[in-house]
């Protein structure tokens, strides 16, 4: 071989090798990265689990920080789940009202209890901590924690940047322009959701729920109530084999435990409205009243 060919041959040895060699560092930096941001997600998740379940024993607002910024959607379902960078999911027990995408690092979170008249379920709300949420003369009966960071805002202001605007009253056509699709409506037994062409009214059972409109959209708003209302239905059922139970415990004639069996029974099998309950917890009041066991 030439002198000149040789030296042309190393350098093109030097260059593939070069190559190879770039190569395997390119691709170690890609898996190193992606391994990095699983584990970071990972992390994600656990923080968010620890943070809902903590808020349901604490009965606190809080927030929960995530540590790295994620992109989150929930989802609404018999098994509710939170997807976290499209990579690690996790189931979620607990009702709770969020928006379905969320890009942040960190959570507002707050917690109620319904009570239908006995204790059915904590209802959990979330939101961004870097959100803006906005309050349209709202009435005496909204308590929301400042931690959810909500604006009180006149009506006829002008709003612009907010994640979501509710009302109290029906905005007029003036008031939804450009902001339309970020609007709610909550009435005294209606809901109205707003997109960019139309609206969705959805009835209210109790007033948790209306909160329940500031946090989400129609679908999972709605799918959110349909599980709370099994959980009424299970816990219904519970009290009325306890109501039966009693009934053979306790033979006093004051004590008459049928009626409130047979109202739980209904309950259990889904048939219900507000003063059915109201009649409820009184008749388990009643009882109490005359010295017998109560209920719930």
């Known amino acids: 071989m030439k002198k000149g060919q040789g030296a042309e041959f190393n350098w093109i040895f030097v260059l593939v090798a070069g190559a190879i ?33 903590l808020l349901e024993t604490s009965q606190l607002d809080t927030t929960i920080n995530l540590i790295y910024y994620s992109n989150l959607k929930f989802s609404c379902g018999k098994t509710s789940k939170v ?61 929301i924690p400042e931690r959810m960071n909500f604006k009180v805002v006149n009506r006829g202001e002008k709003i612009v940047n907010a994640s979501r605007i509710i009302f109290f009253e029906m905005p007029t056509q003036t008031e939804l322009k450009d902001i ?63 109501a039966y139970i009693l009934g053979i415990i306790d033979t006093r004639g004051e004590c008459d435990y049928s009626f409130i069996k047979n109202q739980l029974e209904k309950i259990s099998e889904g048939e219900l409205n507000k003063e059915f309950i109201k009649g409820l917890e009184e008749q388990n009041l009643d009882l109490v009243g005359r010295g017998c066991y109560n209920v719930f």
């Open 180 to 242: 339309r699709e970020n609007v709610v409506v909550i009435g005294e037994d209606k809901v109205r959701f707003f997109d960019k062409k139309s609206y969705k009214d959805v009835d209210v059972i109790d007033e948790v729920f209306k909160y329940g409109a500031m946090f989400s959209n129609a679908a999972d708003y709605e799918c959110n109530v349909n599980k709370a209302l099994e959980r009424l239905k299970l816990i219904a059922n519970i009290y009325s084999n306890k």
């Open 83 to 143: 997807v976290i960078n499209d990579y690690y999911s996790q189931d979620v027990d607990e009702i709770l009202y969020v928006s379905p995408e969320i890009r942040t690092n960190s959570l507002n979170a707050w917690v109620k209890t319904w009570k239908y008249p006995f204790k059915v379920t904590n209802i959990l709300f979330m939101n961004s901590a870097y959100g803006n949420y906005v309050l349209v003369d709202p009435p005496e009966w909204v308590e």
């Open 21 to 53: 060699v770039l190569g395997f560092f390119v691709m170690f930096t890609f898996r190193y990265v992606d391994l990095q941001n699983k584990k970071s997600t990972v992390t994600v998740g656990k923080n968010l689990v620890e943070g809902l379940n």
